[in-house]
């Protein structure tokens, strides 16, 4: 009997904890869901990416498709990107920016090449089991570099959920990109050793999207992609 409704709990739980990242937060208020966020393929299934090579390893998209408005952040400040529902699965946040070449529309820019840079990545709690602060959370805070050119950015929100990923292609890329128009900038570039292609800036069989998190409990972690960039 208790195993049994166990097994249903789990059950339950699996189809449920699925997520994607739809809106942002300013000042305390949250922005409509894919308003200021491409609206992503899984916006309907809450479903995930398992693909690191596929195109929509970049912003969840098969298709490039912009999001109803741009929203205007000061750079330094610190805005939140939101989950719906929560993130349930553990594994490590991270985000990236990539800033939209002068003269092209931000709305038709797809992001394509090198041109990704981390401002952000969430390292584990270790202990007798790993643990993710960004577990169970809705939302999360991303802080624009103070020093980056002013003008059109994609902030683009990734969680990576390891629960099963300990077989190659088991590891759930949860992916949205949020267009951004940074004002009040300075002029840092971040340098070429910063930037990332997706797809290319990961392998499915890099440490740390190819991990057991479960046992032997691990004692360290090794973030995917470029060094965090930071002013
Ligand atoms: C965003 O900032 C740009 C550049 O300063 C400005 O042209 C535009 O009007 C602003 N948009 C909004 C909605 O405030
Ligand atoms: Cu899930």
């Not at 929100?157 to 951004?180: D, K, M, N, R, T």
Request: net charge positive; hydrophobic share 35%; with cysteine.
């Amino acid at each position: 009997m208790v195993s049994g409704a166990l097994l249903v709990l789990s059950v339950a739980l699996g189809a449920t904890a699925h997520y994607t990242f739809p809106s942002l937060i300013v000042g305390g208020t949250k922005t409509g869901d894919w308003y200021h966020v491409r609206k992503a393929d899984n916006w309907q299934s809450n479903g995930f990416v398992g693909s690191v090579t596929s195109e929509q390893i970049r912003c969840f998209q098969a298709t490039s498709a912009p999001a109803q408005a741009t929203l205007n952040v000061t750079a330094g400040s610190t805005i939140n990107y939101a989950a719906a529902p929560n993130v349930y699965h553990p594994g490590p946040m991270a985000f990236y920016l990539a800033r939209v070449p002068d003269g092209e529309s931000i709305g038709s820019w797809k992001g394509e090449g090198a041109v990704w840079f981390k401002i952000y990545h969430e390292q584990p709690n270790f202990g007798a089991q790993l643990t993710w602060s960004s577990n169970g959370k809705g939302s999360f805070p991303v802080t624009i570099p103070k020093c980056i050119k002013s003008g059109n950015y994609l902030l683009r929100a990734e969680h990576i959920a390891l629960h099963s990923a300990s077989s190659v292609g088991g590891a759930q890329f949860y992916i949205s990109c949020a267009q951004l128009g940074v004002t009040g900038g300075g002029s840092t570039e971040p340098g070429d050793a910063y930037k990332v292609a997706f797809p290319g800036a990961y392998k499915a069989t890099d440490p740390g999207i190819q991990i057991n998190i479960n046992y032997p409990v691990p004692t360290s972690y090794k973030n995917p992609g470029p060094a965090v960039f930071s002013c």
